[in-house]
């Protein structure tokens, strides 16, 4: 089969199209024939090395596909099923696991991190990873688990947005921001866009955000005070990381709750601890995303109450240039690679 594959990493060019061995599914596996896989900034700190992969590694976490073989001892997955694949690894026994949180699994990894990804024409995942696309179209599908299913986890299973809520969402162009917009106004919610340049003020808009701040050049703070009668927002969802971190919490009102599910920025920032407790703020991570997560938002797609936006396709032999889109900052949704 055909792969985007890197032999050492480094960056966008190492990204080789190669013939490689399609995979064979073991007990409890299937294969997916790759529909669609969608590139996220995880596949970019894999190929620069942030994170150490085998290699020769295929990347690729965000997949959708159709199933064409099932291993020994696999029930409940049908040839032909249209589906995704969830993205967390779990060894399914430990403690975490038990408890129904795999994302919390002592031995979690993630699809294109411990195992060969998507960017390629078959992907090999545990049948247990499997989750069902229903109607939707397979391209839409792959750009629902990583961003759609981790902002769901986020503002409702964690943060408990609600219709009375006032929600500001960072990075609001980007793949995991549009989705958080999307969500949190389908709740009922209103919406602060935080995007870093303005030319991504009319994409967030059309998403359906109430307010737009362009940070680059306005007061994040005193603009999310302004539009809030100077309450600030109710909740906050944070995954740039040091960088917005004090800001965040300097944009909370009383009470108020903030979800932090990443970074693309350092991981050390200054907070003045004393709002945290004297204003009975409510930190929480979010990490990964739940299976029922990404079943419920592939469903919110399906009846057309979620649209994940999609900033280009490109064939899988184009990778790199996907990466390169990807690291511009200038995407607004999400870039996808298909198969040939
Ligand atoms: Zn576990």
């Known amino acids: 089969m055909w792969a985007a594959v890197y032999h050492t990493p480094g960056g966008p060019e190492v990204l080789a199209y190669e013939e490689v061995s399609a ?5 409890g596996e ?8 969608a590139v996220n900034r995880l596949d970019i700190w894999g190929r620069s090395g942030r994170y150490k992969t085998r290699l020769p590694h295929i990347l690729g976490t965000d997949v959708a ?8 001892g696999v029930e409940g997955v049908d040839l032909g099923l249209r589906s995704v694949a969830y993205p967390v690894i779990s060894d399914g026994t430990c403690v975490y696991c038990l408890q129904g949180r795999p994302n919390l699994c002592l031995g979690r990894g993630f699809v294109g991190v411990v195992t060969e990804g998507g960017y390629a024409e078959y992907l090999k995942v545990p049948a247990a990873n499997v989750v069902p696309a229903g109607s939707l179209d397979l391209k839409l599908a792959a750009a629902m688990p990583v961003d ?3 902002a769901w986890g986020g503002l409702v299973s964690r943060a408990k947005v609600g219709p009375d809520d006032v929600v500001l969402v960072w990075g609001a162009a980007g793949g995991l921001g549009h989705a958080a917009v999307q969500i949190a106004k389908l709740i009922g919610a209103e919406v ?8 991504k003020a009319e994409f967030v808009r059309s998403l359906g955000a109430d307010h737009v701040v362009d940070y680059g050049s306005a007061d994040i703070v005193q603009s999310v005070k302004s539009l809030t009668g100077g309450m600030g927002a109710t909740v906050v969802f944070e995954h740039v990381g040091g960088d917005t971190w004090g800001k965040s919490i300097d944009c909370l009102a009383r009470g108020g709750r903030m979800v932090t599910l990443g970074l693309t920025s350092g991981p050390k920032s200054e907070v003045d601890v004393r709002r945290v407790y004297s204003d009975e703020l409510v930190i929480t991570g979010a990490y990964g995303q739940s299976k029922p997560d990404v079943a419920k938002v592939l469903q919110l797609a399906a009846e057309g109450k979620l649209v994940p936006r999609v900033h280009r396709e490109l064939s899988l032999s184009s990778a790199g240039e996907a990466h390169q889109i990807v690291e511009s900052r200038k995407v607004r949704g999400k870039v996808l690679l298909l198969p040939p």
């Open 23 to 27: 995979p064979k599914p073991g007990p």
């Open 30 to 37: 299937v294969v997916l024939k790759v529909a669609a896989c």
């Open 65 to 72: 596909g159709v199933v064409t073989e099932v291993g020994p």
């Open 148 to 150: 759609f299913g981790t």
């Open 192 to 199: 602060i866009a935080a995007v870093g340049d303005s030319s």
